[in-house]
């Protein structure tokens, strides 16, 4: 896909490898659309960019560990643009983000799943009449390798609490979202994929859970380019990738009626049901 002129919203983006995305697509003259929620980063940012002669990104604050947050930020977006073409969706928090003790978003949901899953699984339903609008068009779901299978009986992991479980349950319902969406969209030409960028990236999420960096921001970021505008992903659909190869997820993406049970919640949670 040739980016120039194209509308790209990259969730997350002020830090970190969805920074690194933005400024590679504006380098490309892609319209770009930020989010963050901290104003100076998305300051330093723009300057870098402004800098470098290309086209000033939009910036958009929100906080996407409510639900209220991400239905301003949909609305700001609509408000702004006609189309989408491409929506990466990359915001999250990490397994230790201000520690590994269990704690809940402000609509009462377990933080990592509401961060994690259900921000994007909101953002993406409210965006969708942008999306088919110019179409074709794609949407990147930046997930992981880590991967937990869901207790639909204990979603919300009020027993046997920990931050990676939580973490690696919000990532597997990306991908299950992901297979989900693809399947409902593949007769409105938007292409749905995740994948896992890189290990351990140089990001501030990783250094927040003590660990050593075992990749670069410029290794994921490839890896979410690739999907964003690769010709040889343009009509392929529903699919994890590690990296660059195409990969599989944990059994339970596979799982048709888990799914659709992860869908109900989702619907029920984010109040997209009524």
Same mark, same amino acid.
């Given at each position: 896909?040739?980016m120039?002129?194209?509308?790209?919203?990259?969730?997350?983006?002020?830090?970190?490898?969805?920074r690194?995305?933005?400024?590679?697509?504006?380098?490309?003259g892609?319209?770009?659309?930020?989010?963050?929620?901290?104003?100076?980063?998305?300051?330093?940012?723009?300057?870098e960019?402004v %800098?470098?002669?290309?086209?000033?990104?939009?910036f958009? @604050?929100?906080? +996407? #560990?409510?639900?209220?947050? $991400?239905?301003? *930020? !949909?609305?700001?977006v609509?408000?702004?643009h006609?189309?989408l073409?491409?929506?990466?969706?990359?915001?999250?928090?990490g397994?230790?983000?201000?520690?590994?003790?269990r704690?809940?978003?402000?609509?009462?949901?377990e933080?990592?799943?509401?961060?994690?899953?259900?921000?994007?699984?909101?953002?993406?339903?409210?965006?969708?009449?942008?999306?088919?609008?110019?179409a074709?068009?794609?949407?990147?779901?930046?997930?992981?390798?880590?991967?937990?299978?869901?207790?639909?009986d204990?979603?919300?992991?009020? %027993?046997?609490?920990?931050?990676?479980?939580?973490?690696? @349950?919000?990532? +597997? #319902?990306?991908?299950?979202f $992901?297979?989900? *969406? !693809?399947?409902?969209?593949?007769?409105?030409?938007?292409?749905v994929?995740?994948?896992?960028?890189a290990?351990y990236?140089n990001?501030?999420?990783?250094?927040?859970?003590?660990?050593?960096?075992?990749s670069?921001?410029?290794?994921?970021?490839?890896?979410?380019?690739?999907?964003?505008?690769?010709?040889?992903v343009?009509?392929?659909?529903?699919?994890f990738?590690?990296?660059?190869?195409?990969?599989?997820?944990?059994?339970?993406?596979?799982?048709?009626?888990a799914?659709?049970?992860?869908?109900?919640?989702?619907?029920?949670?984010?109040g997209l049901?009524?």
């Amino acid at each position: 896909m040739n980016m120039r002129g194209k509308t790209v919203l990259i969730t997350g983006s002020t830090d970190g490898v969805g920074r690194y995305v933005a400024t590679r697509l504006a380098a490309e003259g892609a319209d770009v659309l930020i989010h963050g929620r901290s104003a100076e980063r998305a300051k330093a940012l723009i300057d870098e960019i402004v %800098k470098a002669g290309h086209a000033a990104p939009t910036f958009y @604050q929100a906080d +996407l #560990s409510s639900m209220a947050g $991400t239905r301003e *930020l !949909a609305a700001a977006v609509i408000r702004d643009h006609k189309r989408l073409d491409v929506l990466v969706s990359n915001a999250g928090i990490g397994s230790q983000n201000d520690g590994p003790q269990r704690q809940e978003s402000r609509d009462g949901h377990e933080l990592r799943f509401a961060v994690n899953y259900l921000s994007g699984f909101l953002l993406v339903h409210l965006l969708l009449p942008l999306l088919k609008a110019a179409a074709p068009s794609r949407i990147v779901n930046v997930a992981s390798l880590g991967q937990h299978p869901i207790d639909f009986d204990d979603v919300m992991i009020t %027993k046997g609490y920990s931050g990676s479980r939580a973490y690696a @349950q919000s990532k +597997l #319902s990306q991908i299950m979202f $992901t297979i989900d *969406l !693809a399947e409902e969209l593949k007769s409105d030409r938007i292409t749905v994929n995740a994948l896992h960028p890189a290990t351990y990236m140089n990001t501030t999420m990783v250094r927040a859970g003590g660990i050593t960096p075992m990749s670069t921001v410029e290794q994921g970021g490839a890896a979410i380019l690739h999907l964003v505008e690769g010709d040889d992903v343009a009509a392929r659909s529903g699919l994890f990738f590690n990296g660059m190869n195409e990969a599989r997820a944990n059994p339970q993406a596979y799982d048709a009626d888990a799914r659709r049970r992860l869908r109900t919640l989702s619907l029920e949670l984010t109040g997209l049901s009524s």
